[in-house]
């Protein structure tokens, strides 16, 4: 409630107090008794209860990770995930890389965790760990890339690996782009009533139904699903649309808006939609959640 709900195209409210060489990258919701795993670009994972995380108002900076996680100052992170302790039976967690690798790994891998961190995934020279998200059987995953490509498939195709394995091909990324989201259709729901949401850097975004989305086998370019621009900037997130209702949509330099999805067109694959934010000179969205 701390973020009121406004009309798309607006600044938004200012969510954090930042330095100015800081810039916010993720946005979670959490119950205080969950486990949260923190993966960083290199490819580890670390642990922590919520409730150890230190609780503080909207406007307020915040403590540094490091106080409480030892995470090297040369890795950042590029993923959390927050899930109850007693939920492991059956999960398993799909990490996605920069260079288009996906590999998915058992929840219980990450049971036990040490406070140095441990091996999430082992990255090639050049890549780095870009997402992490929950999935079970007979659910499928959609990657996006910046440059605007989706492609869509079982997650049965990729099969288990432990902890030290390098993955497999997920999307096949043309020069220049790399992979910006992960997310996944829950509950093997097909498409019917789905939607995907695509949210670019300089405040644009968009839904197009998911049944646009054909399954098919990874490792494939994928499809258009936006039209990307200098207007636009590129694909900074995908979601898919069940039942949720609200967006808020993050910047980097701090600003957060939250508004109605049901306020976002409606339109095809290769579009550009329309602007949910009016971001300021140097700013650019970097992060969503759905709500």
């Given at each position: 409630e701390t973020f009121k709900v406004q009309r798309r195209g607006g600044k938004g409210l200012i969510g954090f107090e930042l330095k100015e060489e800081d810039f916010v990258k993720h946005f979670i919701s959490a119950n205080t008794h969950d486990n949260?795993?923190?993966?960083?670009?290199?490819?580890?994972?670390?642990?922590?209860?919520?409730?150890?995380?230190?609780?503080?108002?909207?406007?307020?900076?915040g403590k540094i990770i490091?106080?409480?996680?030892?995470?090297?100052?040369?890795?950042?992170?590029?993923?959390?995930?927050?899930?109850?302790?007693?939920?492991?039976?059956?999960?398993?967690?799909?990490?996605?890389?920069?260079?288009?690798?996906?590999?998915?790994?058992?929840l219980s891998a990450f049971a036990k965790v040490r406070r140095t961190g441990i091996t999430a995934v082992k990255l090639k020279k050049g890549d780095a760990l870009k997402s992490a998200k929950l999935t079970s059987k007979n659910e499928e995953a959609i990657i996006t890339s910046a440059k605007g490509q989706a492609i869509r498939f079982k997650e049965s195709d990729i099969r288990p690996q432990g902890r030290n394995a390098a993955g497999v091909r997920g999307i096949?990324?043309?020069?220049?782009?790399?992979?910006?989201?992960?997310?996944?259709i829950k509950g093997g729901k097909g498409s019917a009533g789905l939607r995907l949401l695509t949210v670019m850097a300089k405040g644009f975004a968009k839904q197009?139904?998911?049944?646009?989305?054909?399954?098919?086998?990874?490792?494939?370019?994928?499809?258009?699903?936006?039209?990307?621009?200098?207007?636009?900037?590129?694909?900074?997130?995908?979601?898919?649309?069940?039942?949720?209702?609200?967006?808020?949509?993050?910047?980097?330099?701090?600003?957060?808006?939250?508004?109605?999805i049901s306020g976002i067109r409606l339109?095809?694959?290769?579009?550009?939609?329309?602007?949910?934010?009016?971001?300021?000179?140097?700013?650019?969205?970097?992060?969503?959640?759905?709500?």
């Open positions: 949260i795993l923190f993966f960083t670009d290199q490819g580890r994972a670390f642990q922590t209860k919520v409730y150890e995380i230190p609780q503080a108002v909207r406007t307020s900076k490091h106080n409480f996680l030892d995470i090297p100052p040369t890795e950042t992170i590029s993923a959390i995930i927050a899930y109850p302790h007693d939920t492991t039976q059956n999960q398993f967690l799909m990490m996605a890389t920069k260079n288009g690798l996906i590999k998915k790994v058992e096949r990324l043309k020069a220049g782009d790399s992979v910006s989201s992960l997310d996944i197009s139904e998911l049944g646009l989305y054909k399954s098919q086998s990874r490792g494939g370019q994928g499809i258009k699903t936006a039209k990307v621009t200098e207007k636009t900037g590129e694909v900074i997130a995908t979601q898919v649309i069940t039942d949720q209702e609200e967006i808020l949509a993050l910047s980097g330099k701090g600003q957060v808006l939250r508004t109605k339109a095809s694959r290769a579009t550009q939609g329309v602007k949910i934010m009016n971001l300021k000179a140097g700013d650019k969205l970097v992060g969503v959640i759905t709500l």
